[in-house]
């Protein structure tokens, strides 16, 4: 196995131990740091605590999370005022639910449109698609997928539906290929 990481020039004592291999497993996960200024985006969810954890998450990961909403028409506004390059949108919602609220984002703002639902049925992930979403995420994905992903749909258009894959550990983003 070859380690990877900056060799202390500092002799360590023999009873000493290493710390080199967490150090370099920490590295590892962290993630690649994006190049430019960071994608901002809109966070559409009903659930305040939903909306908090993914603001967290995405700000952790570079993102500037430039506002917030709980249902299609405040995401419509929100959007519009902030011209964000993502809106990361749930799909069910009270009042405006999100397939009724994507084209309404596109005729009003650049952003490409990333569903973010739990509602993981192939004829959601169709009706979002061909209502004009570029990209569909199914909740329970970790932060660090979600972000590799928006950075995906952001530099490359539309790529394949993300799902909770697998269901006991993190997926790499070379899954995503294909």
């Given at each position: ?80 005022r902030e011209q964000p390059d993502l809106v990361l949108l749930d799909l069910h919602m009270p009042e405006l639910g999100g397939l009724e609220t994507i084209p309404l984002l596109l005729a009003e703002c650049r952003a490409k449109v990333v569903v973010y639902s739990a509602i993981s049925a192939t004829y959601m992930t169709s009706a979002a698609l ?49």
């Amino acid at each position: 196995m070859r380690l990877l990481g900056k060799r202390s020039s500092r002799t360590r004592t023999p009873d000493e131990p290493s710390s080199a291999p967490v150090e370099e497993a920490a590295a590892e996960q962290e993630p690649a740091a994006p190049t430019g200024p960071p994608l901002r985006v809109v966070v559409v969810d009903d659930t305040e605590d939903i909306r908090a954890l993914m603001r967290l998450g995405l700000e952790h990961h570079g993102f500037d999370v430039v506002g917030e909403a709980a249902d299609g028409h405040e995401a419509v506004a929100v959007a519009v005022r902030e011209q964000p390059d993502l809106v990361l949108l749930d799909l069910h919602m009270p009042e405006l639910g999100g397939l009724e609220t994507i084209p309404l984002l596109l005729a009003e703002c650049r952003a490409k449109v990333v569903v973010y639902s739990a509602i993981s049925a192939t004829y959601m992930t169709s009706a979002a698609l061909d209502a004009g979403a570029t990209a569909y995420i199914v909740k329970g994905v970790s932060p660090a997928s979600i972000a590799e992903h928006l950075r995906r749909v952001a530099r490359a258009g539309a790529v394949r539906p993300v799902a909770p894959y697998p269901f006991q550990g993190e997926y790499h983003p070379s899954d995503m290929t294909g």
